[in-house]
């Protein structure tokens, strides 16, 4: 017991450490040491926990072009932990972590023009910025991507051979919804579409991991 609290005491000590540190190079314009500050901060590690502090560093951390805070500060929107929940607002921090290139962002701006939240509802735009993400490897999007064209959604008909295509490579990648729905090839069949096109939501939603 007393060796494990040694340990635990020691870990402490060097959290607290790192935290000084990245605290030291955020004042000194080390953009990402902003973020882990506030990171740190969020989760109580090597300090107190503290998300109205935490909230101010991914705040300076964004405002300075740091795609993962401004990624935060999207989801905290969202969620309501930045204040009242407002999805506009979420938006627009998603779109701007998306356009400096992180697919995570890529995919939940897919996911608000999906549902809507946040902007008005535009399929074709959801499968814009679901491609992008899927292009770079996260399967949740070519899960997502793959149902707008089973179910055909904002086309004139679905396109079963684009869907098939998205979710081979969704299984590929890991996703076991993918595996699931593969091994009924009459789900990419005519008629399929039918069973699922009043669904609100997608098949997988918001991300909130970087």
Known sequence: A??????????VELASEAFSLY??????GVIPALNNVANMLAQGVGCDKDEAKALKWYGAAAEMG???????????????RAGPEDWEVGFRWHEESARLGLPRAMFNMGYHYLTGKGVEKNFGKAAEWFKLAAERGM???CVNLG???RLGLGLPSPR???????????????STF??????????FQPGAEDKARDAQEPAV????DK
């Open 2 to 11: 007393g060796r494990a609290g040694g340990r635990n005491a020691g870990g």
């Open 23 to 28: 605290v030291k190079a955020a004042k000194g």
């Open 66 to 80: 740091d795609p993962l805070a401004m990624f935060t500060l999207a989801t905290w929107s969202n969620q309501g």
């Open 139 to 141: 399967p949740e999007a």
């Open 147 to 149: 149902e707008i064209y």
């Open 160 to 174: 079963f051979s684009e869907a098939l295509k998205w979710h081979e490579r969704a299984q590929a990648l890991g």
């Open 178 to 187: 993918a595996a699931e729905i593969l091994q009924d090839r009459r789900n």
């Open 205 to 208: 939603g918001m991300s909130v």
